[in-house]
């Protein structure tokens, strides 16, 4: 069982570059979230989607993008990479948005931006 | 806002002590809780959860959580910790309606010395 698939694992970014964190469940679960990880901080929401072709923003936002085109994949895209986005981040799934399904999580991307 | 919060950030312990991390949350409605285990170089896995019912909850590994409403609290437990719980730990809980979002409190890191 594949469950939550992130890639890369790893990525250095220089100020300014963009790039795609890519996400992929096989579980055929409804709603995925990206999470940033920081020390002391805990996880921080990014973006969700609900469903299909339905995005909405959470804790974090700024200088990202998230788009849903099908059930499967919810790519993070940074547009101009800043120091400040040097963070761990994880792609998370559940099979509905009900308040009882569980949330499954990737292995995380760990990105630096110098 | 709804907010998650853990007492302890960093906590030491020998094998066979027991534990209890504090986690207090602020919503005052029907609430689901989690807690969350991350070991070393590892994703987010669900140690056990809440919605309904008996409030001493029992989950993977030995670990329980009892959720006392009057006290806003979902503390975690286990009576005896091995040098394998070694972890950072975290509690959660849905964002109020189905949206499925989980608010993360700052996290426990778990050090257990052989």
């Known amino acids: 069982n594949a469950g939550v698939t992130q890639t890369p694992k790893f990525q250095v970014l220089k100020t300014g570059q963009s790039m795609t964190l890519q996400c992929a469940q096989d579980?055929?679960?409804?709603?995925m979230s990206w999470y940033r990880q920081d020390p002391g901080m805990g996880l921080r929401l990014i973006h969700y989607?609900?469903?299909?072709?339905?995005?909405d923003q959470g804790e974090v936002p700024n200088g990202y993008n998230v788009s849903r085109s099908t059930t499967e994949d919810f790519p993070l895209r940074l547009l101009s990479a800043a120091p400040s986005q040097t963070s761990v981040y994880f792609c998370a799934s559940s099979y509905s948005t009900s308040a009882h399904a569980e949330a499954f999580f990737g292995q995380g991307t760990r990105l630096t931006v110098v | 806002a709804q907010s998650v919060s853990q007492h302890n950030h960093h906590v030491i312990l020998s094998e066979a002590a027991s534990l209890e991390l504090g986690c207090n949350y602020s919503?005052?409605?029907?609430?689901?809780l989690f807690w969350y285990v991350q070991y070393p170089g590892q994703h987010l896995q669900l140690l056990l959860k809440?919605?309904?019912?008996?409030?001493l909850v029992k989950g993977i590994k030995g670990f329980e959580a009892e959720f006392i409403k009057s006290k806003f609290s979902f503390n975690l437990r286990k009576p005896s910790v091995q040098w394998s719980d070694t972890a950072e730990y975290f509690c959660a809980v849905n964002a109020p309606g189905n949206t499925g979002k989980l608010i993360f409190g700052q996290g426990t890191t778990l050090q257990v010395k052989p």
């Open positions: 579980m055929n679960h409804e709603y």
């Open positions: 809440y919605f309904s019912g008996d409030p």
């Open positions: 989607s609900v469903g299909a072709g339905i995005t």
């Open positions: 919503y005052g409605g029907t609430v689901n």
